[in-house]
């Protein structure tokens, strides 16, 4: 696809055949984020990648209830209840893939430059026919020091931007955009 086209057709993708994400095309999405660029060239990011899917709906689940119980602390506010209260919502949405994408410091933009990571491995998921969602919800309970022991995450690391991929049943339809706000200065 050409650049444009992958940025308007780019949707959150959240309805996933049962196709799995190989790890090939899991590695060539994180080197596509790897392209982004970075302050000073330091390259803050770090990746996590799960192709589980059993473990992903578990890890879904805890987060859900833990979120559920600590809403507070997930930055979502009431409004979030509602989802979080259903039983069969998962946070993970059952993907086949969890790529989380960490910033290696607290250093001024590193959790900014680890966004444009995570963009560029979106619009290459949806290059290559892979759905991709940002899932904000599951970072709060990613961030948790229990957590993070137990995935094995790198130690000073914090979780910027759990992305979960897989094919979609169907690609969503846009919801449009609002016109760009312009201050010309």
Request: proline share 6%.
């Amino acid at each position: 696809m050409e650049l444009m086209d992958v940025m308007r057709q780019r949707r959150a993708v959240r309805e996933f055949t049962g196709d799995p994400v190989g790890r090939e095309a899991i590695e060539q999405l994180i080197r596509a984020a790897t392209l982004a660029p970075s302050a000073f060239n330091r390259q803050p990011w770090a990746f996590a990648a799960l192709l589980d899917r059993v473990r992903i709906d578990c890890y879904g689940e805890r987060a859900r209830i833990w979120s559920l119980e600590n809403l507070a602390e997930t930055g979502f506010g009431e409004a979030a209840r509602e989802y979080l209260q259903r039983p069969d919502f998962n946070i993970f949405y059952h993907a086949p893939a969890l790529v989380i994408v960490m910033a290696q410091s607290a250093d001024a933009q590193a959790t900014e430059d680890c966004c444009l990571a995570a963009q560029n491995l979106m619009l290459a998921a949806r290059d290559r026919g892979i759905g991709s969602c940002w899932i904000g919800f599951g970072r709060a309970w990613l961030n948790l020091p229990s957590v993070q022991k137990e995935l094995a995450l790198p130690e000073g690391c914090h979780v910027v931007a759990p992305i979960i991929l897989g094919y979609p049943k169907a690609w969503p339809e846009s919801h449009g955009r609002k016109p760009p706000e312009i201050h010309w200065l």
